[in-house]
C-alpha cells in the first residue's frame, strides 16, 4: 500500500524551501482564501476530512526515511534533521495551529476561511510545507458544496413561486461517482453535495460520512433502471422491461426510476400513460420517469405535456399544475444555466417544480478546479527574531492576486462577515482552532453543518 504520509503529500519545491526564509524566522502565518470566481459566496466544507486523515497520525522514523529516499533520488534537498524535530520533540505530531470557520458557513468572497501557523518557532518552515495538501483539502470539498448549494438557490427559487419548498433536499441527485477522478474524489466531492440535499448514487460519500462527520446515512437513493435493463429485452419489448420494473418495485409511497428514452422518449411516454397506466395507478409508487438525450428544456417539457395527456393533474394553491403519479427527472446535461432554463419553461408553461428532480454527474464533482473561486493559501506574516512582519504580495500585472497583510482573520457584525476591521472594536473574531498540534480540537457534526448552509439570495 502506498504510504500517504505528509511528508510526501507536498509540491516538490516546498523541500527545497526550508532554509530560504530570513535568518532568525521563528513563525510564519498563512491564511487561505477564495480570491472571487463564478460565485459571490462560497460554502466551507472539508477541512475535517484532511485533519482526521492526516494530522491526527504521528509521523514515524519510517516515514522519514522513506521520504528522505524518495526526495533526494528526485533532486531536492530533504530537511532530515526538522522533520527528525518533530518526531523527538513532538512526538511526531506537527507543531501547527489550525483556525478556520465554521464548516457550513455561507462565506462572501475575498475573506479569511482558514489560518495555519507554527506553535514551535524550530518550526518555521512547516507552515509553508503544508500549503500544498492544505489548500487542496480545502478548495475541492468547498468548491463542491459552492457549486451544489448555487443549484439549490435556483431550484428553490422556482420551488418558492411554484410549489413546495419542503421538497427541496431531493431536487438534486448526484450521479457524479463514475465522472470524477478517484475513488477519494467521490468520497469527498459525494458528501460536499449532501451539506445542501440528500439524494445521491455516490455510494462512496456514505463511508466518508460515516468515517469523517459521524452520520450513520447522509443520502438516500431509489431503485432505478439504467440503458442496458431495458435494451436486453429488445426494443418490441420495451414496455415489458418497464412492467417488469413496476412489479419488483413498485409499492405504495415508493418512487421507481425508469430511463425511457433508449428509443423514442415521447413514444415511451405514450406507453406510461395507456399500456402502463393501470400498473402504475395499482402499485401506489410515483413513477419517475428520465429522459437522457436531446435539448433538456424542450424533452421535459414535452414528456410532461404527454405524461400530463395521459396521468392529468392537479393545481396546487401557487396555481400550477401538479401531475398525478408520475415525476419526470433530467439527469442528463445539467448545469445551473439547464437547470434555469427547465425551470423557466415550466413554469412559462404553468407546471410547478415539483414535477422534476435533477441528476447531475461530472458536472457537479468533477466541473470545479481551484480557479473555479480563485483559492490561495499566501503567507501574511512572519515573526523575525521576535519582531513580527507584515507579507504580502502584490504584482502589478494582475492586482486580483494581490494578497492580504499581517494576522489576517475573519470578523463578523449585525451586517454579516468580513475581513478587513479598520480599526474597529465592535467585532467578534469568528475563526475557531479546529486543530493543534496533533489534536483535533472541534469536530463538527454533519447535521449542524447543513443547518448552517442556508441559502442566502
Same mark, same amino acid.
Given at each position: 500500500?502506498?504510504? $500517504?504520509? /505528509?511528508?510526501?503529500?507536498?509540491?516538490?519545491?516546498?523541500? @527545497?524551501?526550508?532554509?530560504?526564509?530570513?535568518?532568525?524566522?521563528?513563525?510564519?502565518? +498563512?491564511?487561505?482564501?477564495?480570491?472571487?470566481?463564478?460565485?459571490?459566496?462560497?460554502?466551507?466544507?472539508?477541512?475535517?476530512?484532511? /485533519?482526521?486523515?492526516?494530522?491526527?497520525?504521528?509521523?514515524?522514523?519510517?516515514?522519514?526515511?522513506?521520504?528522505?529516499?524518495?526526495?533526494?533520488?528526485?533532486?531536492?534537498?530533504?530537511?532530515?534533521?526538522?522533520?527528525?524535530?518533530?518526531?523527538?520533540?513532538?512526538?511526531?505530531?506537527?507543531?501547527?495551529?489550525?483556525?478556520?470557520?465554521?464548516?457550513?458557513?455561507?462565506?462572501? *468572497?475575498?475573506?479569511?476561511?482558514?489560518?495555519?501557523?507554527?506553535?514551535?518557532?524550530?518550526?518555521?518552515?512547516?507552515? +509553508?510545507?503544508?500549503?500544498?495538501?492544505?489548500?487542496?483539502?480545502?478548495?475541492?470539498?468547498?468548491?463542491?458544496? @459552492?457549486?451544489?448549494?448555487?443549484?439549490? $438557490?435556483?431550484?428553490?427559487?422556482?420551488?418558492?413561486?411554484?410549489?413546495?419548498?419542503?421538497?427541496?433536499?431531493?431536487?438534486?441527485?448526484?450521479?457524479?461517482?463514475?465522472?470524477?477522478?478517484?475513488?477519494?474524489?467521490?468520497? #469527498?466531492?459525494?458528501?460536499?453535495?449532501? *451539506?445542501?440535499?440528500?439524494?445521491?448514487?455516490?455510494?462512496? +460519500?456514505?463511508?466518508?460520512?460515516?468515517?469523517?462527520?459521524?452520520?450513520?446515512?447522509?443520502?438516500?437513493?431509489?431503485?432505478?433502471?439504467?440503458?442496458?435493463?431495458?435494451? +436486453?429485452?429488445?426494443?418490441?419489448?420495451?414496455?415489458?422491461?418497464?412492467?417488469?420494473?413496476?412489479?419488483?418495485?413498485?409499492?405504495?409511497?415508493?418512487?421507481?426510476?425508469?430511463?425511457?428514452?433508449?428509443?423514442? #422518449?415521447?413514444?415511451?411516454?405514450?406507453?406510461?400513460?395507456?399500456?402502463?397506466?393501470?400498473?402504475?395507478?395499482?402499485?401506489?409508487?410515483?413513477?419517475?420517469?428520465?429522459?437522457?438525450?436531446?435539448?433538456?428544456?424542450?424533452?421535459?417539457?414535452?414528456?410532461?405535456? #404527454?405524461?400530463?395527456?395521459?396521468?392529468?393533474?392537479?393545481?396546487?394553491?401557487?396555481?400550477?399544475?401538479?401531475?398525478?403519479?408520475?415525476?419526470?427527472?433530467?439527469?442528463?446535461?445539467?448545469?445551473?444555466?439547464?437547470?434555469?432554463?427547465?425551470?423557466?419553461?415550466?413554469?412559462?408553461?404553468?407546471?410547478?417544480?415539483?414535477?422534476?428532480?435533477?441528476?447531475?454527474?461530472?458536472?457537479?464533482?468533477?466541473?470545479?478546479?481551484?480557479?473555479?473561486? $480563485?483559492?490561495?493559501?499566501?503567507? @501574511?506574516?512572519?515573526?523575525?527574531?521576535?519582531?513580527?512582519?507584515?507579507?504580502?504580495?502584490?504584482?502589478?500585472?494582475?492586482?486580483?492576486?494581490?494578497?492580504?497583510?499581517?494576522?489576517?482573520?475573519?470578523?463578523?457584525?449585525?451586517?454579516?462577515?468580513?475581513?478587513?476591521?479598520?480599526?474597529?472594536?465592535?467585532?467578534?473574531?469568528?475563526?475557531?482552532?479546529?486543530?493543534?498540534?496533533?489534536?483535533? #480540537?472541534?469536530?463538527?457534526?454533519?447535521?449542524?453543518?447543513?443547518?448552517?448552509?442556508?441559502?442566502?439570495?
Amino acid at each position: 500500500m502506498i504510504n $500517504k504520509t /505528509i511528508l510526501l503529500n507536498s509540491d516538490s519545491y516546498k523541500y @527545497s524551501q526550508y532554509n530560504q526564509y530570513p535568518k532568525g524566522t521563528e513563525y510564519v502565518y +498563512s491564511y487561505i482564501e477564495s480570491r472571487g470566481g463564478q460565485w459571490k459566496h462560497t460554502v466551507f466544507f472539508g477541512l475535517q476530512i484532511f /485533519i482526521k486523515e492526516y494530522l491526527t497520525k504521528p509521523i514515524t522514523q519510517e516515514d522519514i526515511l522513506l521520504a528522505e529516499e524518495i526526495i533526494t533520488a528526485h533532486g531536492e534537498p530533504f530537511y532530515r534533521e526538522g522533520w527528525e524535530y518533530i518526531l523527538e520533540h513532538h512526538n511526531g505530531y506537527l507543531p501547527l495551529r489550525i483556525k478556520a470557520v465554521a464548516e457550513g458557513t455561507v462565506v462572501p *468572497v475575498g475573506n479569511v476561511l482558514v489560518t495555519v501557523e507554527n506553535t514551535d518557532p524550530n518550526c518555521w518552515w512547516l507552515t +509553508s510545507f503544508v500549503e500544498t495538501a492544505l489548500l487542496r483539502a480545502v478548495w475541492y470539498p468547498t468548491t463542491v458544496c @459552492s457549486n451544489s448549494y448555487e443549484s439549490k $438557490k435556483i431550484i428553490l427559487d422556482y420551488l418558492n413561486r411554484t410549489g413546495d419548498p419542503g421538497l427541496i433536499d431531493f431536487k438534486l441527485h448526484d450521479f457524479g461517482a463514475r465522472g470524477v477522478s478517484s475513488f477519494e474524489s467521490a468520497g #469527498i466531492g459525494g458528501l460536499s453535495h449532501l *451539506v445542501n440535499f440528500k439524494g445521491t448514487d455516490t455510494v462512496t +460519500s456514505l463511508l466518508y460520512g460515516r468515517e469523517y462527520y459521524d452520520i450513520k446515512t447522509a443520502g438516500f437513493s431509489i431503485p432505478a433502471m439504467e440503458h442496458s435493463t431495458v435494451t +436486453s429485452w429488445g426494443r418490441n419489448h420495451e414496455v415489458d422491461s418497464f412492467r417488469n420494473m413496476i412489479n419488483l418495485y413498485g409499492k405504495p409511497g415508493a418512487l421507481v426510476a425508469c430511463v425511457s428514452d433508449s428509443y423514442n #422518449i415521447y413514444e415511451a411516454c405514450h406507453k406510461w400513460g395507456t399500456e402502463l397506466k393501470d400498473d402504475v395507478i395499482k402499485s401506489g409508487a410515483t413513477l419517475v420517469v428520465r429522459p437522457d438525450s436531446g435539448y433538456p428544456p424542450e424533452v421535459v417539457a414535452n414528456c410532461l405535456r #404527454i405524461l400530463d395527456e395521459h396521468f392529468s393533474h392537479v393545481v396546487n394553491d401557487k396555481g400550477f399544475k401538479v401531475l398525478n403519479h408520475v415525476r419526470v427527472i433530467q439527469g442528463d446535461g445539467i448545469t445551473q444555466d439547464t437547470i434555469d432554463r427547465i425551470l423557466h419553461r415550466m413554469e412559462t408553461a404553468g407546471y410547478s417544480a415539483d414535477n422534476i428532480a435533477f441528476g447531475q454527474g461530472g458536472k457537479l464533482l468533477q466541473g470545479v478546479d481551484r480557479d473555479t473561486q $480563485k483559492f490561495a493559501m499566501k503567507c @501574511s506574516s512572519i515573526v523575525v527574531d521576535g519582531v513580527p512582519r507584515d507579507v504580502y504580495k502584490q504584482p502589478i500585472t494582475d492586482m486580483g492576486k494581490e494578497s492580504k497583510k499581517g494576522r489576517v482573520t475573519l470578523y463578523k457584525d449585525e451586517t454579516g462577515l468580513f475581513t478587513d476591521i479598520e480599526g474597529r472594536t465592535d467585532v467578534q473574531e469568528v475563526l475557531e482552532t479546529v486543530f493543534q498540534d496533533g489534536k483535533l #480540537i472541534k469536530d463538527y457534526n454533519f447535521e449542524e453543518i447543513r443547518e448552517r448552509a442556508v441559502v442566502v439570495y
